[in-house]
């Protein structure tokens, strides 16, 4: 009975000495951490109103987020009553062998650094990279959000984005339009030059400097193909691309002009 007695003392000790402690320190936690999210809300609507370039707002609230919940959960643990002397010795090698584990990690962090610093590309941009392309909604501590013109959310890595090869189709204010029509052989090349050239200067969205460019480009098997080379504002590239593939079917049509297709002759030999 006396050991029976002396456990249940040793166990009453143990709930007297750290029963107030675990539970101030998941209190505080739980305020913390609703703090915490109270405290980036209040900087994320600061930021907007003074008008700070949206890469960087996301980035700065994210980064001081994790710092904040970090300080936090330090915090907790020295409230239960762990020494923070040896409990920082002890995240500091635990923090070498984690960083060596997340070397990628750290990397994408460095490339999010480098990223804002260096501005390749800002929220709202038109990029191409990784093997995908999209708008950039947001630029996060790790990863880069991107948005596809079909709504698909693409999240990419940002070490790879600092390093690897990029397509900003957004930095310039104009972008040249390519096009390649092909009329049948014995057509007429001027006439249909003159047909395409007439349908460029009835669009407005076109501009005149540089001037538009139309030549034959090749002798292909089953059509003569005119290269029309064209400039635009960037924002009209697609609008332009798209009305002038189905003014030039609709017109050469009616103009007599032929659209070749791909055929075969089959002889058959008895």
Do not use: C
């Amino acid at each position: 009975m006396d050991s029976v007695n002396t456990v249940w003392e040793k166990i009453n000790d143990i709930v007297l000495t750290f029963g107030p402690r675990l539970v101030g320190a998941i209190i505080t936690l739980i305020v913390g951490w609703w703090i915490i999210s109270i405290i980036q809300k209040s900087l994320r609507k600061n930021f907007e109103k003074r008008e700070m370039e949206p890469s960087l707002r996301g980035f700065l609230n994210s980064m001081i987020g994790v710092l904040l919940k970090v300080l936090l959960l330090i915090s907790v643990i020295g409230m239960i009553g762990v020494q923070m002397t040896s409990f920082i010795a002890i995240l500091g090698a635990a923090g070498l062998a984690v960083g060596m584990a997340l070397s990628g990690t750290l990397q994408n962090f460095a490339g999010g650094v480098i990223i804002l610093l260096f501005k390749p590309f800002k929220v709202g941009d038109y990029i191409e990279a990784q093997g995908h392309s999209g708008s950039v909604n947001e630029i996060q501590i790790f990863n880069t959000i991107l948005k596809t013109p079909d709504n698909k959310t693409i999240i990419i890595p940002n070490g790879g984005l600092s390093t690897g090869s990029m397509i900003n189709y957004s930095t310039e204010p104009r972008r040249r339009v390519d096009f390649v029509f092909g009329i049948g052989y014995g057509d007429d090349v001027d006439k249909a030059r003159a047909v395409i050239q007439k349908l460029i200067d009835g669009d407005e969205r076109i501009l005149k400097d540089p001037e538009p460019f139309i030549a034959v480009s090749e002798l292909a098997d089953s059509s003569v193909n005119l290269v029309v080379r064209v400039w635009a504002e960037a924002s009209n590239y697609w609008d332009i691309y798209f009305d002038m593939h189905e003014k030039v079917y609709k017109t050469f049509d009616k103009e007599g002009l032929n659209i070749p297709f791909p055929q075969m002759d089959l002889h058959v030999h008895k």
